[in-house]
């Protein structure tokens, strides 16, 4: 999320005393990009009316795609130093097993960064049990993960990027997940 994104939170926040919410809108752009886009807002109505505007111009609608995604929790963490690199991989899974986390990824072997997949309602408590593993905790995030991608022509992709760009642009938006496959 944009540095001023955050900033402008945290100054509506403070200045107001607003309690914002949290709304998920799920979008279909170009007829076979789903997007789900994550909101924290006081003035949902006020957001969603401006939203469409942008896709209404943009080729893009509100509509069900939340079958799409599975919805999932993650923590990466980097190992305890008594973690052996050769037992890495069987020590985390243990570990896993211990807090909770329905699976694990070794992000970064050579700094033992490890991503512990989880349900998003254990997020925090399998943070909290990370923690206590003495796991040193770098990021969580309940996240929403495509179940399949699309590949894009160029021409699809330079105006979903537009369109993903004015989205983020949005106050009040914090995240955008879809299913485009990435280019690397």
Do not use: W
């Not at 807002?41 to 006020?46: E, L």
């Not at 305890?80 to 986390?101: F, N, Q, R």
């Not at 796991?135 to 309940?142: G, L, M």
Request: proline share 3%; aromatic share 8%; glycine share 4%.
């Amino acid at each position: 999320m944009p540095n001023a994104t955050i900033q402008g939170i945290l100054k509506k926040c403070t200045a107001q005393s607003v309690e914002l919410k949290k709304y998920t809108l799920e979008i279909k752009a170009l007829d076979q990009v789903n997007v789900i886009c994550v909101l924290y807002t006081d003035r949902f109505a006020q957001l969603k009316m401006e939203m469409a505007t942008i896709l209404r111009k943009n080729f893009a609608l509100f509509f069900d795609t939340m079958h799409g995604f599975d919805e999932r929790g993650f923590v990466e963490a980097i190992a305890p130093a008594d973690v052996k690199s050769d037992d890495l991989l069987s020590m985390c899974t243990d570990h896993a097993i211990e807090t909770g986390a329905e699976d694990i990824e070794v992000m970064d072997e050579n700094n033992r960064l490890i991503r512990f997949l989880c349900g998003p309602r254990d997020l925090d408590k399998v943070k909290k049990e990370l923690e206590k593993l003495n796991y040193s905790v770098e990021h969580s995030e309940h996240a929403y993960f495509p179940k399949s991608t699309i590949k894009l022509n160029p021409e699809a992709l330079e105006a979903y990027e537009k369109l993903k760009e004015k989205l983020k642009a949005m106050e009040g938006v914090e995240d955008i997940y879809d299913n485009v496959e990435m280019n690397e």
